[in-house]
């Protein structure tokens, strides 16, 4: 059983059926029960087309989701977070940037919750800082897929937070500086960065296998077959 304490928060994104669940359990914007066999039906989607935003999530502020997907195409985002803000568990985020300008991407929770899977997908935009992982909420495994785009720094890890395992695929765009780990802090168990014979259109100044200012990552990946790379360092900064 788990206890649905920001009903209202549930009602973003969910189908029809999934909506007279919420407002049969939250009738009166009480505490109910919701029995755990509905949590697969808990389902977000985000689009983020215009306007001027300081902090997006896919998931809620206290609240789980099963599966979130944002889509960023237009917009100015100082924060953006395919997982939750102060706690919540998420099973799988998805983030996907086809334009805009986004200062900090994380694909995983900002300061509490966990996130099981994260997936950010760039093809295009200007990205400050993408994180694989969360702001200070820890991540089991990311995924960061750089198709385009203009990005300063690359993480499979998070900004203060530690990821298990990290993927990173370098296919095109141009990035400042790549990592496999995370930035401030938070250990990495395993960190993976791969390029492939079709990264023709890649450039990137670094990239390292390991951590940026602090944290560890016990072991480091890195397959390169194509792009304009400068350095390579298989360790962290």
């Given amino acids: 059983k788990v206890e649905m304490k920001l009903c209202k928060e549930y009602k973003i994104g969910l ?3 999934m909506y007279n669940i919420f407002q049969y359990y939250c009738k009166n ?3 109910k029960v919701l029995d755990t066999k509905f949590l697969d039906k808990i389902e977000v989607n985000v689009y983020l087309k215009g306007g001027e935003i300081t902090n997006a999530f896919g998931g809620g502020n206290n609240t789980l989701v ?3 997907h944002v889509y960023q195409s237009g917009s100015k985002v100082t ?3 395919g997982g939750s803000n102060a706690a919540g568990n998420v099973q799988t985020s998805n983030i ?17 919750g966990t996130t099981a899977t994260s997936n950010i997908t760039i093809n295009n935009g200007t990205v400050g800082n993408a994180y694989g992982g969360g702001y200070s ?3 089991t495994t990311s995924n960061v897929t750089v198709n385009n785009g203009t990005i300063t720094n690359v993480f499979g890890g998070g900004n203060k937070a530690g990821v298990q395992t990290t993927h990173v695929n370098l296919k095109g765009g141009t990035i400042t500086n790549t ?4 930035n401030e802090s938070g250990n990495v168990n395993e960190s993976n960065i ?7 259109d890649l450039i990137v100044q670094n990239i390292y296998g390991g951590n940026n200012q602090g944290g560890i990552t016990n072991t480091t990946n890195i397959d390169l077959e194509a792009g304009t790379i400068t350095t390579v360092y298989g360790g962290g900064n």
Avoid: M, W
Wanted: glycine fraction near 16%; charged fraction near 10%.
């Fill in 66 to 68: 099963t599966t979130t």
């Fill in 29 to 31: 914007n009480d505490i």
């Fill in 179 to 182: 990592y496999g780990g995370s």
């Fill in 79 to 81: 924060n953006l977070f």
């Fill in 15 to 17: 189908d029809y059926d």
């Fill in 194 to 200: 791969v390029t492939n014979e079709s990264s023709t």
């Fill in 137 to 139: 909420a820890s991540t």
């Fill in 96 to 112: 996907t940037v086809s334009g805009g300008e986004t200062t900090n991407l994380y694909g995983g929770n900002n300061v509490g």
